[in-house]
């Protein structure tokens, strides 16, 4: 059975850090690439960042670029999200996803037919 499980998430100031985590199971890991979308409110679902979980590349999408930084633990299947120098515009739920191809295509994140997803993580940011 794959899940998805999402944590981390709360309330921060704005310029405080918060980091999410992803612990997958269920899949082989090192064949995913793993990544998270975030969903604010009145707003579609953006790609924020993707990791391939074998070689390490990254993807960001340009608004968190220099703030938020994706990694991976392949021991522990888990996928974290380091976020610092967060704004009030960072808040949205945030989902971590999985899916066997690199989910980046014309320089953004695909929505459509990704293998997995997890449950949300709420990410509030107050000015």
């Known amino acids: 059975d794959v899940q998805l499980q999402a944590s981390g998430g709360g309330l921060v100031q704005a310029g405080g850090s918060l980091r999410l985590s992803c612990v997958a199971s269920?899949?082989?890991?090192?064949?995913?690439?793993i990544g998270w979308f975030r969903q604010a409110p009145g707003k579609e679902r953006e790609g924020v960042s993707c990791i391939s979980t074998s070689d390490g590349k990254t993807y960001y999408v340009d608004s968190v670029k220099g703030r938020f930084t994706i990694s991976s633990n392949n021991a522990k299947n888990t996928v974290y999200l380091q976020m610092n120098t967060l704004k009030p515009e960072d808040t949205a739920v945030y989902y971590c996803?999985?899916?066997?191809?690199?989910?980046?295509?014309?320089?953004?994140?695909?929505?459509?037919?990704?293998?997995?997803w997890g449950k949300g993580t709420q990410v509030t940011v107050s000015s």
């Open positions: 269920g899949f082989t890991f090192d064949d995913y690439y």
């Open positions: 996803v999985a899916d066997s191809v690199w989910p980046v295509v014309a320089g953004t994140m695909r929505i459509d037919a990704l293998d997995h």
